[in-house]
């Protein structure tokens, strides 16, 4: 964490990107009730609401060139990946010199997990007008996708193999309008039985740690995805490494009696899952295996990911502050 200062939460004004489409409607739903909090709090703010895929990073780049250095985003992973990709993209600060908030009305919310961010708005709110920030980590993802190498900066888990594949159809279930609560777990069965482990190399920091037959490869800053597995328990945001959880073939039953452990950060108590950790990775496959990042379904392998130290500026809950403030340097309240 670092010192920063600021002016109080009602001399600043946050602009707000609302994903109206979040979680299934209700970004736009719930908006008037955010609102309401936002206003009882005195945080002004100028909202706008998405209008397509890929809009929430138009608009952080034409909100930084007009002056907005508090963004608050009202939506899910999704949305914050977007936000997060345009503070990269736009060439009028740093990016950790614009403040980032989210409100969660997402699917899987699982970004704010590790921050102890509550997914009631009224206490999400709270934790803007209070103001304790984090300087966090970011990766870098360079994937394949119609033969060319692609970039994207990654706040959060990316998932390669099993995991994209869950995404992918997801993804697939929402355009055709399923909205079931069970659309996640149903996807991860169905899945499971379908899905043939693939022959992948995996190295780390160029030290090559895996060449066998691999289910998933879950690599990240942040400890949760897919609606609060734990698959990086270890995970920490601001350490200047990946981390990095490779899951081998294992059969549905040994998994199923052991479950609990992807929920209660016990996840390497199961034998068939590896942990690593490094400055870079590097993943192959044969045959090319997909890949997702923050819950956003991407390219294919080869896979390269990168870090880079304390990138962005995010609201925290207090508690989250007070525990790292704890064992690292002092860090301050900003607006």
């Given at each position: 964490?670092?010192?920063?200062?600021?002016?109080?939460?009602?001399?600043?004004?946050?602009?707000?990107?609302?994903?109206?489409?979040?979680?299934?409607?209700?970004?736009?739903?719930?908006?008037?009730?955010?609102?309401?909090?936002?206003?009882?709090?005195?945080?002004?703010?100028?909202?706008v609401?998405?209008?397509?895929?890929?809009?929430?990073?138009?608009?952080?780049?034409?909100?930084?060139?007009?002056?907005?250095?508090?963004?608050?985003?009202?939506?899910?992973?999704?949305?914050?990946?977007?936000?997060?990709?345009?503070?990269?993209?736009?060439?009028?600060?740093?990016?950790?010199?614009v403040l980032?908030?989210?409100?969660?009305?997402?699917?899987?919310?699982?970004?704010?997990?590790?921050?102890?961010?509550s997914?009631?708005y009224?206490?999400?709110?709270?934790?803007?007008?209070?103001?304790?920030?984090?300087?966090?980590?970011?990766?870098?993802?360079?994937?394949?996708?119609?033969?060319?190498?692609?970039?994207?900066?990654?706040?959060?888990?990316?998932?390669?193999?099993?995991?994209?594949?869950?995404?992918?159809?997801?993804?697939?279930?929402?355009?055709?309008?399923?909205?079931?609560?069970?659309?996640?777990?149903?996807?991860?069965?169905?899945n499971?039985?379908?899905?043939?482990?693939?022959?992948?190399?995996?190295?780390?920091?160029?030290?090559?740690?895996y060449?066998?037959?691999l289910?998933?490869?879950?690599?990240?800053?942040?400890?949760?995805?897919?609606?609060?597995?734990?698959?990086?328990?270890?995970?920490?945001?601001?350490?200047?490494?990946?981390?990095?959880?490779?899951?081998?073939p294992?059969?549905?039953?040994?998994?199923l009696?052991?479950?609990?452990?992807l929920?209660?950060?016990?996840?390497?108590?199961?034998?068939?899952?590896l942990?690593?950790?490094g400055?870079?990775?590097?993943?192959e496959?044969?045959?090319?295996?997909?890949?997702?990042?923050?819950?956003?379904?991407?390219?294919?392998?080869?896979?390269?990911?990168?870090?880079?130290?304390?990138?962005?500026?995010?609201?925290?809950?207090?508690?989250?502050y007070?525990?790292?403030?704890?064992?690292?340097?002092?860090?301050?309240?900003?607006?």
């Amino acid at each position: 964490m670092s010192l920063q200062s600021s002016a109080a939460p009602g001399d600043v004004k946050w602009f707000v990107i609302v994903n109206p489409v979040a979680g299934g409607g209700r970004g736009l739903d719930h908006f008037p009730q955010i609102s309401k909090h936002l206003r009882d709090a005195h945080i002004r703010c100028e909202p706008v609401f998405t209008e397509h895929k890929f809009h929430a990073t138009e608009l952080t780049v034409t909100a930084v060139r007009e002056g907005y250095r508090h963004i608050i985003v009202v939506g899910g992973d999704g949305t914050l990946h977007e936000v997060v990709n345009g503070l990269f993209i736009q060439q009028e600060v740093r990016p950790d010199e614009v403040l980032l908030a989210v409100v969660a009305v997402g699917t899987g919310n699982d970004w704010v997990r590790t921050f102890g961010i509550s997914n009631r708005y009224q206490n999400a709110v709270a934790a803007i007008r209070e103001g304790y920030s984090f300087l966090q980590d970011v990766g870098v993802v360079s994937y394949e996708e119609a033969h060319y190498r692609q970039n994207r900066y990654m706040a959060n888990v990316a998932g390669a193999g099993f995991d994209a594949s869950i995404v992918q159809r997801l993804s697939h279930m929402k355009k055709k309008g399923h909205k079931s609560r069970w659309r996640y777990t149903w996807c991860v069965i169905r899945n499971f039985f379908r899905y043939k482990s693939t022959g992948v190399k995996v190295w780390v920091d160029d030290r090559l740690v895996y060449n066998n037959l691999l289910l998933s490869a879950a690599v990240g800053i942040c400890k949760f995805n897919g609606g609060g597995l734990q698959q990086l328990p270890e995970a920490v945001a601001d350490d200047g490494m990946l981390d990095l959880s490779l899951i081998r073939p294992v059969h549905f039953w040994h998994l199923l009696f052991r479950f609990h452990y992807l929920f209660n950060g016990g996840i390497y108590r199961i034998r068939h899952i590896l942990q690593e950790r490094g400055s870079r990775i590097r993943i192959e496959s044969s045959p090319e295996v997909g890949v997702e990042v923050d819950g956003e379904s991407l390219g294919h392998t080869p896979l390269e990911f990168s870090i880079l130290h304390r990138a962005i500026r995010i609201v925290v809950a207090k508690d989250f502050y007070e525990r790292h403030a704890a064992v690292k340097e002092p860090a301050a309240k900003t607006a």
